[in-house]
């Protein structure tokens, strides 16, 4: 049995080491921090569309903080330096020597890959086992995280089912959770994540939420109490083809998978959250297949996005709450995205976010800033927040996960040992939000 069971460990750690050998190699690319004004991002932006297989800007310059966070290529690094001084740019530091050891260590060490082959010909009984092994603090591939779905919908059939939103481009089933007794009518709460494919805390952390509220229903108050009150619906990845790309060929994969009229692999997709059709194209977006930013051919020209807003649009009824997990930064968003003016409604989204604040301080003693997406960092358009406003949605949160910037620096490939605490912090957060919606719309 000894020897059964350490050719079978030998074989699983021989595919974890195939999956990451598959992989685009950072091997020797820095992350580079680099002081930049806020208001003069331009130059930077177009300098990634430029080198966009050589320059990566993970985190942009806003007023919360003065800086850039950017992967540079090793080939690329002394050019890069050299722009710098001619741009007068001299405070910058090396934050990660080579991102590679990074990627390494995450899909090592943090993400339970199945050790059965996904398909038709496994026994149920050996899925019901990996489902039962199933691990919410670890990082999954898109398919575990839909057989876990259909396994809390089968064991909780009383308040949960699964949400069909649409395709993905690459004819994926794009699927979510809807949680909350079944009464004929309720208002609605909708959390969205992962629609950036290389942010993977954004859907453990969704996955943890939903987790939490089904098996805690019936044990815990507060949650049985808001999973009677509201719908929850959860899609803990929007973006299943970038996702899945970013766990077979490119850790920081950030767009969609959607074709483009260019020749160039890299120039592939578009970024989901800039496709969105209130104000589409305009500040903060990009023209270029190749930027990291580029807003798509057309409003909703992507699968995933035209499908959310059409499930929404016919399926969600009364949706007072609308929240989109993203990291990194921990900073909590409203609208406006395309301009610094304030909805009317601000003043009653700001009273509800600082009370989802105040949640989370207490639940784990981290701090989040809040602010309008344009006060607070920098002008975007087409983004699904500023759609939900003009659609007349009354509480709009983007949430921007840890870590913290100025924390020890992991960005992207956060630790899964962060996942149980930004889940716990968040499903604080989003009770809060239900109590004050309650209170305040006199539900």
Not at 64 to 85: E, T
Not at 389 to 408: K, N
Request: glycine share 6%; with cysteine.
């Amino acid at each position: 049995m000894l020897l059964v069971h350490g050719m079978r460990t030998a074989l699983f750690l021989l595919v974890v080491i195939q999956c990451v050998a598959a992989y685009r190699s950072y091997k020797n690319y820095k992350l580079l921090r680099v002081d930049v004004d806020p208001v003069d991002t331009l130059w930077l932006e177009q300098l990634a569309a430029r080198y966009h297989d050589n320059v990566d800007i993970w985190t942009e310059p806003s007023k919360v903080s003065h800086h850039a966070d950017i992967l540079v290529s090793p080939r690329f690094f002394n050019r890069f330096v050299r722009i710098l001084d001619s741009m007068a740019v001299k405070h910058r530091r090396v934050l990660i020597n080579d991102i590679q050891k990074e990627i390494d260590r995450q899909m090592t060490d943090d993400i339970q890959f199945s050790r059965r082959k996904r398909s038709a010909a496994v026994e149920d009984g050996d899925r019901q086992r990996d489902l039962e092994q199933f691990q919410v603090d670890k990082y999954h591939s898109y398919g575990e995280l839909v057989d876990y779905m259909y396994e809390l919908a089968r064991k909780h059939a009383d308040i949960v089912g699964i949400i069909n939103v649409t395709k993905s481009f690459e004819k994926r089933d794009l699927l979510g959770l809807k949680i909350g007794k079944r009464t004929p009518w309720k208002p609605t709460i909708f959390i969205d994540a992962g629609i950036h494919a290389r942010e993977w805390i954004a859907p453990a952390t969704a996955i943890y939420v939903a987790h939490k509220l089904i098996t805690e229903y019936g044990k815990n108050d507060l949650i049985t109490r808001m999973v009677d009150k509201f719908d929850w619906f959860i899609v803990p990845v929007a973006n299943p083809d970038g996702y899945e790309y970013s766990i077979s060929s490119d850790r920081l994969w950030r767009k969609t998978r959607s074709k483009n009229d260019t020749l160039s692999k890299w120039c592939v997709g578009a970024d989901a959250n800039r496709n969105w059709g209130y104000r589409w194209g305009e500040a903060g977006a990009n023209a270029s297949p190749c930027s990291n930013i580029y807003a798509g051919s057309m409003p909703f020209s992507e699968p995933e996005v035209a499908g959310i807003r059409d499930f929404i649009t016919w399926q969600v009824p009364d949706l007072k709450l609308y929240i989109s997990l993203h990291s990194y930064g921990q900073i909590w968003l409203a609208p406006w995205g395309y301009t610094n003016m304030k909805p009317s409604n601000h003043e009653d989204q700001k009273a509800a976010a600082l009370r989802a604040l105040d949640a989370i301080t207490n639940s784990s003693g981290v701090h989040y800033e809040y602010g309008t997406i344009a006060d607070l960092m920098y002008q975007a358009s087409g983004t699904s927040i500023d759609y939900m406003q003009d659609r007349g949605v009354p509480y709009i949160y983007g949430v921007e996960l840890r870590p913290e910037e100025d924390d020890q620096v992991y960005g992207f490939t956060i630790p899964a040992r962060f996942i149980k605490p930004t889940g716990e912090e968040m499903l604080a957060s989003f009770l809060a939000l239900a109590e004050y919606i309650i209170e305040h719309k006199k539900l």
